[in-house]
C-alpha cells in the first residue's frame, strides 16, 4: 500500500500519522518526507505492509463487515487522514498501481520505441492506450507493437481521441508541437514533456543548434510537466553528457538522443511510482 501527501507543514504531523497507521497495524516499509520551508508545505511518501501478512498472502483477509483489508483500509485511511491533517491537504491512499497513458509523437522514434519495448515487456509501470501522431512515419512501430496508432494532425482531433481513452498522463515524445492552453488546462500536470536542453537552457525550438552556436561544453535533457509557458513547466528529471569543440551540431543531436531517452525513462518511472509532487513552480521528487 502507498499512501502519498500534501499538505500545509505544522508540528507533530509525522508522529500523528504514524499514530494512525499503527492503529490499522500497518507496518512502515519505507518513508519519506520533506519540507519546503519557503513554501511551508509538508510532503511525505509512504509504503506500507499489513502487520502479521505472509508475503504473498493467498487470500485477503477481512474486516468485521466482511470486506476484504485491501478495500476497507485505504477507506478508512482516507477519512482518518482528512481529519488530522491541515485543511486542504491532498491525499491519495492506494493510487491506481497501474497509470494509464496515451503518447503523442511527431517522426523521431527514439522516445517512442523505448516506451514501446519497455510497455511490452511489462516494465514501464504503466498501460500504454494508444499512440496518437501528427505525421504517419511512427504508424509501423506501432503496428509491429500492436498498439493503436491515431493519426490526427488537428489539436480538435487530439482531444476527441484523449476524451475517448481517459488517460492518467500524456506523454508528449517528442512532438514537436505546442499545445494551445485549453489542452494543457484540461489536463493539469499530467502532460509530461521530453525536452532536449538542460532547462533554462536553450529553450524553444532548435536548442542544441543554440547550444553549438555558444560553444558549451555540456548538453542536457529535461522532463517535465508542461504549462502554458514554453518550456516552463516543474521540471521532474534532469542529465547532462559532456561535448567538445569536435562535435558538430548533428553530433549533438545524435548524442543527445540517447539522453533524451534516458531522461524520460527516469522522469516517467518516478511518476508512475507516485514519487513525484508538485508545488507550484517546482517539484518534490523522493528519487
Do not use: W
Amino acid at each position: 500500500m502507498i499512501i502519498v501527501i500534501q499538505c500545509r507543514d505544522r508540528v507533530g504531523l509525522v508522529a500523528a500519522i504514524a499514530g494512525i497507521l499503527a492503529e490499522e497495524q500497518l507496518n512502515i516499509v519505507s518513508m519519506r518526507e520533506h519540507v519546503g520551508k519557503a513554501e511551508n508545505r509538508f510532503f511525505m511518501r509512504l509504503e506500507l505492509e499489513q502487520a502479521g501478512q505472509p508475503v504473498g498472502h493467498p487470500e485477503p483477509e477481512q474486516d468485521r463487515s466482511g470486506a476484504s483489508l485491501q478495500e476497507s483500509v485505504p477507506a478508512r485511511l482516507q477519512e482518518k487522514m482528512k481529519t488530522l491533517l491541515p485543511e486542504g491537504a491532498l491525499i491519495a491512499v492506494n493510487p491506481l498501481p497501474e497509470k494509464k497513458v496515451v503518447v503523442l509523437v511527431s517522426k523521431e522514434y527514439h522516445c517512442l520505441a523505448d516506451i514501446l519495448v519497455r510497455h511490452y515487456f511489462k516494465t514501464l509501470g504503466a498501460s500504454v492506450q494508444c499512440v496518437i501522431g501528427n505525421h504517419t512515419i511512427l504508424k509501423d512501430i506501432c503496428r509491429r507493437f500492436d498498439m493503436p496508432f491515431y493519426l490526427a494532425e488537428q489539436e480538435s482531433r487530439i482531444m476527441e481521441i484523449l476524451s475517448g481513452h481517459r488517460p492518467d498522463y500524456i506523454i508528449l515524445a517528442k512532438f514537436m508541437r505546442i499545445l494551445s492552453p485549453a489542452a494543457v488546462s484540461a489536463f493539469p500536470m499530467r502532460i509530461i514533456n521530453i525536452h532536449h536542453s538542460f532547462l533554462p537552457a536553450f529553450a524553444g525550438a532548435h536548442p542544441y543548434r543554440q547550444a553549438f552556436s555558444r560553444g558549451v561544453k555540456l548538453i542536457g535533457a529535461t522532463a517535465h510537466f508542461v504549462t502554458d509557458q514554453l518550456d516552463e513547466g516543474p521540471i521532474i528529471a534532469q542529465e547532462i553528457i559532456p561535448v567538445n569543440h569536435s562535435f558538430t551540431p548533428s553530433d549533438m543531436i545524435r548524442a543527445g538522443k540517447e539522453i533524451e531517452t534516458s531522461v524520460l525513462a527516469k522522469a516517467l518511472g518516478l511518476l508512475f511510482e507516485d514519487r513525484v509532487f508538485v508545488c507550484r513552480n517546482k517539484t518534490v521528487v523522493f528519487e
